[in-house]
């Protein structure tokens, strides 16, 4: 559905959106749910035909969590944390097919060498894809073990130049308490990124604020199942919760 908001209507021109495996599931119990897939793309793509230049940084939750298994001593955490990589992968270009199925091009750039299904990330050429109209998907994590997507996305962010880090979410934003077993846990609208750290609150791991914080990224939580809300935030809506300084 084409949208009548002009350019001058946009509060960011470039986003790094976070999407976490999970969100891929829908109904099922595991893997891909192409339904919700598509759903989501569908989003992306409006907010792209705006000349919102967009990256996506994914997780792998719905596939492989690594950190579980090896925790439970399934495989070394570095090992795990491999695997878990590949899951983002397969994550990026279930992601990647469903968006040029609407017509958008895009590029699929991993942080392990995987030069048959993407191309390696350099900094310089997810920026040059982005000027020329692209959506980046950003896969692998940073390429390392012991680092999250999360703090992968806060790290992409930073080297594509975003804007603001969209962290979306299954809830509507920042609780004070987890939502889903205290239902009197109250919803904070604007919070700092030290108040997050102090309060331990969950919102990106420590290593994400952090380096969110020593950079000034704003960072938006929202609810990703409303439809509509990607549009809202990058018009600058009150929609989540923003963290920043």
């Known amino acids: 559905m084409e949208s009548d908001i002009g350019p001058s209507e946009l509060r960011y021109r470039r986003i790094l959106l976070k999407l976490s495996g999970e969100a891929l599931v829908g109904e099922r119990d595991f893997g891909i749910d192409p339904k919700v897939v598509d759903s989501i793309a569908r989003e992306v793509a409006e907010v792209h035909r705006l000349g919102v230049q967009i990256g996506l940084v994914l997780g792998g939750g719905n596939i492989f969590r690594g950190v579980s298994v090896a925790a439970h001593g399934g495989v070394d955490r570095v090992t795990g944390d491999h695997m878990g990589?590949?899951?983002?992968?397969?994550?990026?270009?279930?992601?990647?097919?469903a968006l040029e199925s609407m017509g958008l091009e895009t590029r699929v750039l991993s942080g392990l060498e995987m030069p048959q299904v993407a191309e390696p990330?350099?900094?310089?050429?997810?920026?040059?894809?982005?000027?020329?109209?692209?959506?980046?998907?950003l896969v692998a994590g940073t390429g390392n073990p012991y680092f999250t997507t999360d703090t992968a996305a806060a790290l992409r962010a930073m080297e594509i130049r975003a804007e603001v880090?969209?962290?979306?979410?299954?809830?509507?934003?920042?609780?004070?308490?987890?939502?889903?077993?205290?239902?009197?846990a109250r919803m904070i609208e604007e919070t700092s990124y030290r108040e997050v750290l102090a309060k331990e609150l969950r919102v990106m791991d420590a290593a994400a604020i952090s380096l969110c914080m020593d950079n000034r990224l704003p960072i938006v939580v929202f609810n990703l199942n409303?439809?509509?809300?990607?549009?809202?935030?990058?018009?600058?809506e009150k929609i989540g919760s923003l963290v920043k300084e």
């Not at 990330?121 to 998907?137: M, P, Q, S």
């Not at 409303?226 to 600058?236: A, D, F, Q, Y």
């Open 85 to 97: 990589m590949l899951a983002t992968v397969m994550n990026g270009l279930a992601f990647q097919d």
């Open 121 to 137: 990330f350099i900094r310089r050429r997810a920026n040059r894809h982005l000027d020329r109209g692209r959506v980046v998907i």
């Open 165 to 184: 880090l969209l962290k979306a979410t299954k809830v509507d934003g920042v609780y004070d308490r987890d939502p889903e077993v205290d239902s009197d």
């Open 226 to 236: 409303k439809p509509g809300n990607i549009l809202s935030v990058v018009r600058g």
